[in-house]
C-alpha cells in the first residue's frame, strides 16, 4: 500500500514494516527553464511523477509497501543561477541535506530508500551519496532517474523529428509540464537554445565523452543570445507529456518490482 509519509501518525508510522517498506524521496530543482516554463518545472515532474506512481502502483500492485516522502523542492544547480530566479544548494549542503534524512529514516529502521531524482545537475552527488549511505549506515539507497534526459528511446521518439538538441526546458520538459499545470507554461514565449560552443565537434561534445563543466549560457539561439535551454519548445504538447510519463512510469514500476525482492 503506498501512502504519503507525512500523512501518518506516529503510532501507524510505529506499525509500518520498517525492512520491506520502500520509502521514496522525490528531488526537484528551482532553475530556469527557458521563457516559456515556471522555475518549479522540475519541481512540478517530480510531484507529478510520484503521484502517478502511486496511481500505477494501486492499480496493478496495491500491496506494494511504500511511503512516498515530501518533496525537496532545491537541488544543485548551479550550471543555471546566472539566469534570474534559479536557486542552488553548494554541493556539500545538498548532500548532507539528503544523508541527514536517509540517517533519520535508518535510525527509525528503514533499509530501503529510493531517491526519485528529477534534475540532472543532482545525479553526481546523489551517486556519491547512494554509496556513502550504503557504507556508513547499511541501508540500500537506490536511485530512481526520471524526465527527459535519462536514455529512454521512447521518451525521445515523442518529441518533433529534427529537434535533435531536445534537452533542458525544451520540448519534453515543457510537454510534461503542461501534462500537469498547464496554466503556468506561457509557450508563445519560447525559443530554441543550441550548444553553440559544441557546435561541429565529434569528441569533445556537451555530453562527451570529453566534456567540461558547461553553465547554461552556452545553450543559445541562433542569433547567440544566452537561453539556457536545449531544443526548440514550440511543439509540447499535454498529450505527448502524458506520453511521456506513462513510457517512464512503466519502466520505474518494473524496477520497483525488482527493489521489492533485494535483500541486504
Not at 153 to 177: C, L, R, Y
Request: net charge negative; with cysteine; proline share 5%.
Amino acid at each position: 500500500m503506498v501512502r504519503y509519509y507525512n500523512e501518518l501518525t506516529r503510532l501507524e508510522m510505529e506499525q509500518v514494516d520498517k525492512d520491506e517498506t520502500v520509502v521514496m524521496i522525490p528531488v526537484g530543482a528551482l532553475e530556469q527553464h527557458g521563457n516559456q516554463c515556471p522555475l518549479g518545472t522540475d519541481e512540478i515532474i517530480a510531484e507529478g511523477t510520484a503521484r502517478r506512481i502511486k496511481e500505477a502502483l494501486d492499480r496493478e500492485i496495491p500491496d506494494y509497501p511504500m511511503l512516498i516522502f515530501p518533496l525537496i523542492p532545491v537541488g544543485l544547480s548551479t550550471e543555471h543561477v546566472n539566469f534570474c530566479g534559479s536557486v542552488t544548494l553548494k554541493p556539500d549542503t545538498f548532500y548532507h541535506v539528503l544523508y541527514d534524512i536517509c540517517k533519520g529514516l535508518a535510525h527509525h529502521g528503514f533499509r530501503k530508500i529510493a531517491i526519485l531524482n528529477c534534475h540532472g545537475g543532482n545525479s553526481p552527488i546523489i551517486q556519491v551519496l547512494s554509496r556513502e549511505v550504503r557504507s556508513e549506515l547499511g541501508i540500500a539507497v537506490f536511485i530512481i532517474n526520471c524526465g527527459a534526459f535519462f536514455g529512454n528511446q521512447a521518451v525521445k521518439d515523442t518529441v518533433t523529428p529534427g529537434n535533435i538538441w531536445d534537452f533542458h526546458g525544451g520540448e519534453m520538459e515543457t510537454s510534461m509540464v503542461l501534462a500537469e499545470r498547464p496554466e503556468t507554461v506561457k509557450l508563445e514565449t519560447s525559443e530554441a537554445g543550441i550548444p553553440r560552443k559544441f557546435m561541429g565537434n565529434k569528441t569533445f561534445t556537451v555530453y562527451g565523452p570529453i566534456t567540461l563543466g558547461w553553465v547554461s549560457e552556452e545553450w543559445e539561439t541562433e542569433d547567440g543570445k544566452p537561453i539556457g535551454i536545449g531544443g526548440d519548445p514550440s511543439g509540447a504538447t499535454a498529450e505527448k507529456g502524458n506520453q511521456i510519463y506513462d513510457s517512464f512510469v512503466e519502466s520505474i514500476l518494473s524496477g520497483l518490482k525488482e527493489i521489492r525482492k533485494w535483500k541486504d
